[in-house]
T-cell receptor
Framework: DAGVIQSPRHEVTEMGQEVTLRCKPISGHDYLFWYRQTMMRGLELLIY????????DSGMPEDRFSAKMPNASFSTLKIQPSEPRDSAVYFC?????????????FGEGSWLTVV | AQTVTQSQPEMSVQEAETVTLSCTYD???????LFWYKQPPSRQMILVIRQEAYKQQNATENRFSVNFQKAAKSFSLKISDSQLGDAAMYFC??????????????FGQGTRLTINP
């Protein structure tokens, strides 16, 4: 079975540009998560969805960040405009609901560098 | 809110020896899950082992086992017969078990494990 698929794997962009990160969760999973990992702050939850509906976006840093899940098989995380402090590894993850299983599976991450 | 604490930023062990990584957590929930994830230099997050809070028996996966002390809210990971490939950052994580709880993973700060040949 395919795991969580993220793209791009690596992106280098200039400050002020728009960045879009993409994620395809594991088929049948009800939950989708976006995490960010930096040296200073560790792993932070940005937002998560249940059945395509955003449940908790309290971790989204500011209005420059937005996330969408138009259907069960696709989600995007957009940064506009990007800043050097957004440089991080962004993980997408998915899981089934609590009644089925509670393990959260991670994609390989998108390494973002903003210069 | 739930919190997870890993008090050992770094650990090292000789190859073939046994090492234990510590994790404590705080919660008022009775239904939850605990996990250990491994993150090698590639940055991929790999599930090592999971424990259901309602199970008294400690989980085991080959050379990896946990010591789950529910009353003490402690969840340590033991790696036996350490191998060079075990070198990585290890994260302890908590997730609510019921639909009422927040479904996100709460992570500890991580422990960097070095294996000495």
């Amino acid at each position: 079975d395919a795991g969580v698929i993220q793209s791009p794997r690596h992106e280098v962009t200039e400050m002020g540009q728009e960045v879009t990160l993409r994620c395809k969760p594991i088929s049948g999973h009800d939950y989708l998560f976006w995490y960010r990992q930096t040296m200073m702050r560790g792993l932070e939850l940005l937002i998560y969805f249940n059945n395509n509906v955003p449940i908790d976006d309290s971790g989204m840093p500011e209005d420059r960040f937005s996330a969408k899940m138009p259907n069960a098989s696709f989600s995007t995380l957009k940064i506009q405009p990007s800043e050097p402090r957004d440089s991080a590894v962004y993980f997408c993850a998915s899981s089934p609901g609590p009644s089925v299983g509670n393990t959260i599976y991670f994609g390989e991450g998108s390494w973002l560098t903003v210069v | 809110a739930q919190t997870v604490t890993q008090s050992q930023p770094e650990m090292s062990v000789q190859e073939a020896e046994t090492v234990t990584l510590s994790c404590t957590y705080d919660t008022s929930e009775s239904d939850y899950y605990l996990f250990w994830y491994k993150q090698p230099p590639s940055r991929q997050m790999i599930l090592v082992i999971r424990q259901e809070a309602y199970k008294q028996q400690n989980a085991t996966e080959n050379r990896f086992s946990v010591n789950f002390q529910k009353a003490a809210k402690s969840f340590s990971l033991k790696i036996s017969d350490s191998q060079l490939g075990d070198a990585a950052m290890y994260f302890c994580a908590y997730r609510s078990g019921g639909m009422e709880g927040a479904q996100k993973l709460v992570f500890g700060q991580g422990t960097r494990l070095t294996i000495n040949p």
